[in-house]
């Protein structure tokens, strides 16, 4: 038998916010503050739907929630949302607000990981690719970023490695590189290339992280049209594809910046 509520369970933001804020509320992506009566910032949280999202925070059951959860619940005051492109856009943005606030209410994300930078340069020797903290004179740069510039680094040593060395592609590489074992610099030896060459690789790279991803990518199939191999080919366009993948997320997150907003009191 069911056993019927002789009270119904507690709903304080229906009750303080409304029934149409929850409504009204986005169906798209976002991120969304909840801020207590001084406006500071109790937790935030991302979501696929905001509006299903929130909806989930409609019914505060003591049965059901942590306590930490309905104090939370008794607390926020207002609800501060921001629509992002997709869910990608809105993880970008609720990592960076959680670093920034520290909400009191979570637990997970609310301090940076190591900050790196993925830093290139042509040598006499040859073309040299890192992963490092702080970069150190003489190098070129993107970042800083977290530890996706480990698989950054690796894509990218594969690329220039082909750019390079179009007649001996990728079997030719030292053993473990193509797997992403790269030690705390990669070069990519000379090897008769002329050290234009090398500087104009530099360049491409540069350019590449100024958004022109199309113009990079173009410049690689230029310079390794020589492999036919269909395993060379499948390769370098899985690369390219996640480097194309990797500007438009961080073009996303850019755009999330400075989102739509939307308040309720």
């Not at 979501?47 to 409609?58: D, F, V």
Request: proline share 7%; charged share 25%.
């Amino acid at each position: 038998m069911t056993q019927m509520l002789l009270m119904p369970d507690p709903r304080p933001l229906v009750e303080r916010l409304g029934q149409e804020f929850f409504r009204q509320a986005p169906e798209g992506p976002g991120v969304y503050l909840m801020r207590d009566a001084a406006n500071a910032v109790l937790y935030v949280g991302k979501a696929k739907s905001l509006r299903k999202r929130l909806g989930s925070y409609r019914v505060a059951n003591p049965d059901r929630l942590p306590r930490r959860h309905l104090r939370l619940l008794r607390t926020v005051a207002r609800i501060e949302l921001q629509e992002c492109h997709d869910e990608s856009a809105a993880l970008a943005r609720e990592s960076e607000l959680l670093r920034e606030l520290r909400p009191r209410f979570n637990r997970a994300g609310t301090w940076p990981g190591t900050r790196r930078f993925v830093a290139w340069r042509g040598t006499p020797t040859g073309f040299e690719l890192a992963v490092t903290v702080a970069v150190e004179p003489g190098w070129l740069f993107y970042g800083p970023m977290g530890a996706a510039a480990i698989p950054l680094r690796a894509l990218l040593t594969r690329l220039c490695w082909c750019a390079i060395h179009p007649n001996c592609g990728l079997a030719g590489m030292p053993e473990g590189w193509f797997a992403g074992r790269l030690g705390k610099v990669a070069t990519v030896p000379r090897n008769g290339a002329e050290l234009w060459h090398l500087e104009e690789l530099a360049a491409q790279l540069q350019a590449l992280f100024a958004g022109h991803t199309h113009r990079f990518a173009a410049w690689i199939r230029e310079q390794t049209a020589a492999q036919t191999h269909p395993f060379e080919l499948a390769s370098r366009e899985a690369d390219l594809e996640a480097l194309n993948e990797f500007s438009e997320r961080a073009a996303e997150r850019l755009v999330c910046m400075t989102p739509d907003r939307v308040s309720a009191r």
